[in-house]
């Protein structure tokens, strides 16, 4: 499920067998607040994006610092945990039964686990015995500022060890980094939504600044022709004007001059 940097990048998938050996590890407990956890991790509206240089930049020097192969951040949903960000790992989610993350968040202090071999919590799972083989594994809580943990920085190595007080703190701060910024991508979000309400209710129409669809009443983007022909009477076909003809499709403009 995972790959590594060490020598050949290994992907490993789920057999058959690996998932009736799943069912039997020993799953983390759902937190207490698991509904206002998940609510609060829905807020940023950040499970399936794209990545982003922002939090790359993160789980690279986590990896750098900590002198790890894998770095994640790891946002835990209802049944899965999909990162984010990720070094050395191809993989954009795995189960949540099998997740060392869906124990981190259960404390508010960083879980380090040494050597999961030999861990009663991990000691049967199949990411320990089987590729990517995680004996060291690091998680640090996301906990955003209404105290939900929805997910962690974690770095994760196929041999056992620990981090020395100086990683630890680094990686803390590279924690509070990443809530820093799905602070500022929500408030950011909350800002467009009331800028568009704002807009609608003054008789303006709300369009993106870059594709360029518009926002309807509902939260809804929807293209332009699209949206002009479920609020008014017209309708549309497509042309191609002058310009996009020179530049797409030079030859036949030239041609037709």
């Known amino acids: 499920m995972f790959e590594f940097l060490y020598g ?27 509904k206002d956890r998940l609510r609060a991790l829905s807020e940023y509206r950040i499970l399936g994006t794209k990545p982003e240089e922002s939090f790359d930049n993160i789980t690279t020097m986590a990896a750098m ?57 991990f000691s049967d799972n199949p990411l320990v015995h089987k590729d990517p083989h995680i004996r060291l594994y690091a998680g640090f809580p996301l906990s955003t500022p209404s105290h939900q943990r929805i997910g962690t920085l974690c770095v994760i190595d196929r041999i056992p060890k620990s981090l020395t007080s100086v990683q630890v703190q680094v990686m803390q701060r590279l924690a ?20 568009c309400r704002m807009q609608e209710n003054s008789g303006l129409i709300c369009s993106c600044s870059y594709c360029r669809k518009i926002r309807d009443g509902n939260g809804a983007w929807q293209t332009f022709e699209d949206y002009m022909m479920r609020h ?26």
């Open 176 to 195: 509070s980094q990443v809530v820093t910024l799905l602070e500022l991508r929500r408030k950011s979000l909350a800002l467009l939504d009331e800028f």
């Open 8 to 34: 050949k990048r290994v992907s490993c998938r789920a057999s058959p067998r690996e998932t009736r050996e799943q069912s039997s590890v020993p799953a983390a407990p759902k937190p207490s607040n698991e």
């Open 65 to 121: 610092i900590c002198h790890a192969p894998i770095a994640l951040i790891s946002l835990v949903d209802e049944d899965r945990q999909w990162f984010k960000s990720r070094v050395g790992c191809d993989q954009l989610e795995t189960d949540r039964d099998v997740s060392f993350c869906a124990h981190s968040i259960l404390s508010a202090k960083p879980l380090i686990v040494e050597d999961a071999l030999f861990d009663k919590r």
């Open 232 to 257: 008014s009477s017209l309708n549309f076909s497509h042309g191609i004007c002058q310009g996009c003809m020179d530049e797409h499709f030079p030859e036949v403009s030239q041609t037709a001059l």
